[in-house]
């Protein structure tokens, strides 16, 4: 009689490759389940299965950045009591009382009063609208013009390239206080515009120089040379393969500037020469409150932690937005 081998066992091998076979079937089911359950997909992809962009990515990260959240909730709380001041702040901050003068905090005055006897707490309030105002007006300037002129040079190259390097050498050249005094001390006007102006007239060769490096990086592609080759005109080659994909170093630097665009607007008012009152401006007041440190620093408190706060934040927000979209940093 032959011997029996152990595939010939029907309580063997074979039953056990054939319950073997069974749980791998119902273990790539159960997996298959599970993927089509998801909503994202794998890792990197979006809904679908198809991949992220960069700007999904971006805001993914973004969204689980504590950094992030923090200062975007200041930046909006900013936002808000800048364009409704009262809402926080029920009173003028134009009334005031000299028989208060200097006089610390009381019921409804929390913050105490100024060398005018205006209530420092609706001063601080609605200094945030000018801060506020100067810098995003300022920074949308500064990234137009910088921005513009630098993706041509970049894009072009040449006789234009040379020149805007040229003249951003000239403008790198000038001490931004020092250019803020001179242009700034012939101008009588109160208003932010003055200095809105001059930020613009210094600040855009930076973006320029970043527009500039940025653009001859994504005009190298391999999609750009094949939409050359394909009859693309500058123009479309412009807005639709490399601006989408040059833009971020823009962003991440103009977000940053934005917070210095608002102490320079502070530092200038502080000397005089950019806003005047009876405009109501953070830097104003810590000029107004300087003499008086000692027998009553509330007044200069106020106002400057404001400040500080509030450039911290964008600096915060311009940190979150760089790690967001830079892929070196993933």
């Known amino acids: 009689m032959p011997e029996q081998q152990p595939w010939d066992d029907a309580t063997g091998g074979g039953a ?31 809904p679908g299965g198809k991949p992220r962009s960069l700007w999904s990515d971006a805001w993914r990260d973004l969204r689980r950045n504590p950094v992030f959240i923090v200062s975007g909730l200041i930046i909006l709380f900013l936002v808000v009591i800048s364009i409704w001041p009262s809402l926080i702040a029920t009173q003028d901050p134009l009334d005031c009382d000299l028989a208060r ?12 009063f100024d060398g005018q006897g205006c209530d420092v707490y609706t001063r601080t309030v609605y200094g945030a609208r000018t801060s506020v105002t100067v810098g995003v007006l300022s920074t949308l300037g500064v990234s137009l013009l910088g921005g513009v002129l630098g993706g041509l040079a970049g894009f072009f190259g040449g006789v234009w390239d040379a020149v805007l390097s040229r003249i951003t050498d000239v403008f790198f050249g000038i001490p931004v206080v020092l250019g803020g005094l001179v242009f700034l001390s012939v101008v009588t006007s109160s208003t932010v515009w003055p200095v809105i ?7 855009w060769p930076q973006i ?65 020469v950019g806003l005047k009152p009876p405009a109501v401006s953070w830097g104003i007041d810590i000029s107004a409150a300087s003499q008086y440190v000692r027998n009553a620093p509330h007044m200069l408190l106020w106002p400057a932690g404001a400040l500080a706060v509030t450039v911290l934040a964008f600096i915060m927000l311009g940190d979150a937005v760089r790690d967001a979209l830079d892929p070196k940093l993933r």
């Open 101 to 112: 003068a200097q006089e610390g905090s009381r019921p409804g005055h929390p913050f105490g």
């Open 208 to 272: 320029a120089r970043i527009a500039r490096g940025s653009v001859i990086t994504a005009k190298q592609n391999d999609y750009v040379q094949a939409a050359r080759a394909l009859g693309a005109s500058n123009s479309r080659m412009m807005l639709r393969h490399i601006t989408p994909n040059a833009i971020a170093p823009v962003i991440v630097v103009a977000t940053i500037a934005l917070g210095t665009y608002i102490s320079l607007e502070a530092t200038l008012s502080y000397l005089g």
């Open 16 to 46: 056990i490759s054939g319950a073997g076979a069974g749980g791998a079937m119902d273990l790539a089911m159960d997996e298959g389940t599970t993927l089509e359950k998801t909503p994202g997909g794998p890792e990197g992809t979006g």
């Open 197 to 203: 102006g001059f930020i613009v007239l210094l600040g």
